[in-house]
C-alpha cells in the first residue's frame, strides 16, 4: 500500500460519546484523587491510554456468541467451546478458565513457588511480580541488554539474557521451581521476544529440568513480529508461530483481556496433570467451579470468539501499525520513546525528558501527570512509582527505566483520536523544563502504583 494510511480492517456499529472536561475541571479532579491517576473517574479522561487490558471493542460475533453463553453452573457448553479453542491454539492438555490473567498467576505460584526461591523471567509486569513477592519469593528479571536501552533499536528487545539465565541456573538451580517468559516483554516497552531466543530459553531449562511457562497475554502480537522480523517464518500464518511458541513451553498463564480480544477473563493452561490438579482445587477456593472458573457463561464463549480473530493477520498488521503511528508522530516532534515501537503501547522515556527529575521523585509519575493535566489523556507511570524497591535504610532503589505507557485499547480508537494525543505528548514535551516531582504521602505494601496518594514538589535540580 506505500505510503497510504493504514485503515481499520472493521466498520463502526456502535458509538459511544466521550466526555470533555475543561482544564479546570482536569485540575480538580486530579487534587481530589491525590495525584493517582488510578483514582479518577471514567468522565474525567478524553482518551483513556492506562491500559489495553479489557478496555477494547468486542466484534459483532462475540456480542452474538454471548447471546449463546450457556449459565449453567458445571459443565457448561461455553466451556467446553472456550477449552477447544485453547487448546487448538496452545496445544496443552488442561485447561483452567480465571477470571483474568492475575488469577492465573496467583493459582500456579501458589501451587508452583514456596518463599525463599526465585522465579525468573524476562521481566516480571507489576501483578506478576507482586504474586512472586507475595509468596516470599524474588522476582528476577533477565531481561537482554538490548531491552535496557530505550533509544536502542533492535527486533527482538523483550529477548531474555540467555547466559545470565544459565548463570541463574548454575547458581540457584535448587531455588528456581520455574522459568517464565513475558510475550510481549510489558514492561521493557512491549518489545517482542524471537523464536530462536524461545528455544534457547526451552533447552536451558531442558539441561536443569525447570518447568518453563509463558505468560501470554499478548502472545498474536509476539507472533506477527517473530512473522515480520524474524528470518524463516514469514511464510507462516500467525497462528502457526503462536503453535510453536507454545509448543516450547509447559503452561502458560494468559490475560484474555489482551489478545482475548474480552472485557474479561484469562486462563492457566498446563500439561502436567498433577500440577492442573493442584490448580484446579485451587481454583475452587477463589474462582468457582473448573469449567467457568470465575467467568460467565457468556464471558467464555467472547474469549473463545476473540482468541480466533486476535490471530486474523490483517487486524494483526492494523494493530502494530497504528501503534507505530503514534510513535513515529511524537518521536519526529523530538521526544524520546522506547524504540522501536512495541505491539501494544508507545513507551514514552520520562528519563531522558525529564532529567532534572530525580528517581525519587518519579519522573514517569509527573510526566504521566502532565498528559492527563494537558489534555485528558490518561496513561500510566512504569518506572520507579511502580517498580522501585523501598530499601531497609529508608531510601529506595530506582526502577531500571522511568517510562510511561500510553497503550492503546484494541478496535477502539481512530486515527484522529491518536493525532489528538501526539499534540498533547508534544505540547508538554515542550515545557519540560518546567516539569517538577512527587512525593508519596501514602502507600500500600503490595502494587503501590494503584492507590498511592501523592503531592507535588517544587521543580528544580534536585526537587
Not at 20 to 39: K, Q, T, W
Not at 151 to 166: E, Q
Not at 277 to 287: A, D, G, Q
Amino acid at each position: 500500500m506505500g505510503k497510504r494510511p493504514i485503515i481499520e480492517p472493521f466498520r463502526v456499529h456502535t458509538v459511544q460519546a466521550i466526555s470533555m472536561p475543561s482544564r479546570d475541571e482536569r485540575e480538580e479532579a486530579l487534587r481530589r484523587v491525590d495525584f493517582n491517576l488510578f483514582g479518577l473517574r471514567a468522565e474525567e479522561v478524553i482518551i483513556d491510554l492506562l491500559t489495553d487490558s479489557g478496555t477494547g471493542a468486542m466484534s459483532t460475533k462475540q456480542w452474538a456468541g454471548m447471546m449463546l453463553g450457556d449459565e449453567s453452573y458445571a459443565g457448561s457448553r461455553s466451556f467446553f467451546r472456550f477449552e477447544e479453542v485453547v487448546k487448538d491454539i496452545t496445544g496443552f492438555g488442561h485447561v483452567i478458565p480465571t477470571h483474568q490473567g492475575r488469577a492465573a498467576e496467583k493459582i500456579l505460584f501458589s501451587a508452583m513457588v514456596d518463599e525463599g526461591q526465585v522465579v525468573v523471567n524476562n521481566s516480571h509486569f507489576d501483578t506478576t511480580r507482586a504474586n512472586v513477592e507475595y509468596r516470599g519469593a524474588e522476582a528476577r528479571d533477565l531481561v537482554h541488554a538490548d531491552g535496557l536501552v530505550p533509544s536502542h533499536v533492535a527486533p527482538f528487545k523483550g529477548n531474555m539474557d540467555l547466559d545470565a539465565l544459565r548463570d541463574s541456573l548454575e547458581a540457584d538451580a535448587d531455588r528456581i521451581p520455574l522459568v517464565m517468559v513475558t510475550v510481549t516483554n510489558n514492561a521493557a516497552g512491549g518489545q517482542p521476544v524471537s523464536m530462536a531466543n524461545l528455544k534457547g530459553v526451552r533447552g536451558i531449562c531442558d539441561e536443569y529440568e525447570i518447568p518453563f511457562f509463558l505468560d501470554a497475554c499478548r502472545f498474536a502480537e509476539n507472533a506477527w513480529f517473530i512473522k515480520t522480523r524474524e528470518e524463516g517464518y514469514a511464510d507462516r500464518t500467525p497462528k502457526q508461530i503462536a503453535q510453536e511458541m507454545f509448543s516450547l513451553a509447559d503452561g502458560c498463564t494468559m490475560s484474555a483481556k489482551k489478545d482475548g480480544l474480552a472485557n474479561i477473563g484469562g486462563f492457566l493452561a498446563l500439561n502436567d496433570e498433577r500440577l492442573a490438579v493442584e490448580s484446579r482445587n485451587l481454583l475452587i477456593l477463589t474462582e468457582g467451579f473448573p469449567t467457568y472458573g470465575g467467568m460467565a457463561g457468556y464471558d467464555l464463549e467472547a474469549v473463545a470468539q476473540g482468541l480466533e480473530e486476535v490471530l486474523d493477520e490483517d487486524y494483526l498488521r492494523y494493530r502494530t501499525r497504528s501503534v507505530e503511528y503514534l510513535a513515529e508522530k511524537v518521536l519526529a516532534g523530538g521526544v524520546p520513546t522506547v524504540q522501536p515501537a512495541g505491539g501494544h503501547a508507545v513507551y514514552v522515556d520520562a528519563r531522558a525528558l525529564l532529567p532534572h527529575i530525580p528517581p525519587h521523585e518519579y519522573p514517569a509519575h509527573s510526566l504521566a501527570v502532565e498528559f492527563y493535566r494537558e489534555g485528558g489523556v490518561r496513561g500510566v507511570e512504569l518506572g520507579s512509582l511502580a517498580f522501585g524497591v523501598p530499601m531497609e535504610d529508608g531510601t529506595e532503589k530506582a526502577a531500571g527505566m522511568e517510562l510511561v505507557r500510553l497503550a492503546i485499547p484494541r478496535r477502539m480508537y481512530t486515527q484522529s483520536h491518536i493525532d489528538y494525543v501526539a499534540e498533547v505528548v508534544l505540547d508538554v514535551a515542550a515545557r519540560a523544563g518546567s516539569i517538577g516531582g512527587y512525593r508519596i504521602v501514602e502507600q500500600a505494601p503490595w502494587l503501590r502504583h494503584f492507590t498511592a496518594r501523592l503531592e507535588p514538589v517544587e521543580a528544580g535540580p534536585g526537587g
